[in-house]
Structure formats: C-alpha cells, structure tokens
C-alpha cells in the first residue's frame, strides 16, 4: 500500500508559477501528476520513472513549462509549473504504480487556480 499526500496548490495569475508536491509513503516503479477540470476527464500532466535513468515524460501541453523531479531522499514527488495558463486551472492528482504498473494508488488531490 502506498499513501500519497499533494500540497503546493493555490491561486496564480497567468504567466505565474507555483511548485506541487506530493509526499508518498514509499517508492514505487513511478510516480506521476494528473489533473482533472471541471466537466472533464482527469488527464496525464507528466510521470517519472524512479529507477537508474528518471526518465520522464510530458503531456504536449505542459512540455516546457512544467517539470517533474522526484526526491529519493525525502520521498517527494514535485512539479514545478511556469508560465501558468488559464487552461491549466484543474485539481491535481500525484499517484504511483503498482506491481502491474497500472496507477494504482493516488492522492486526494490539490487545486490550482489559474485567473488573469
């Protein structure tokens, strides 16, 4: 079983920045943000693998702007989000995988707010 706990998010205005993070109970295979608007379904921001390489990937919109990094040492999960657009506005979600791989496990979630 793996806990995850999200912190960081709050209000910006566009153009701002603001960095999430997610302290998990443990490491799993890896760890990723997702985010779901209202009246939308929850979406992939961007994942990292925990192993020998940290490979990451990002979802389209938020390459460049965001970034992902994991702190083995502390057990935190963050991203760093610049250049905030009001499309970014969501709440956002960090999870982990399972032993399938599958995001098994997740967070409660943290609202961004993004207005001009």
Request: glycine fraction near 12%; aromatic fraction near 12%.
């Amino acid at each position: 079983q793996v806990q995850l706990e999200e912190s960081g998010g709050g209000s910006v205005q566009i153009g701002g920045s603001l960095r999430l993070s997610c302290t998990t109970t443990r490491t799993t295979n890896s760890l990723g943000w997702f985010r779901q608007a209202p009246g939308k379904e929850r979406e992939p921001v961007a994942n990292i693998y925990t192993g020998y390489n940290g490979r990451q990937h990002y979802a389209a919109s938020v390459k460049g702007r965001f970034t992902i990094s994991y702190d083995n040492a502390k057990n935190t999960l963050y991203l760093q989000m610049n250049t905030l657009k009001a499309e970014d506005a969501a709440v956002y979600y960090c999870a982990a995988t399972g032993v399938t791989g599958s995001w098994d496990y997740w967070g409660q979630g943290t609202q961004v707010t993004v207005s001009s």
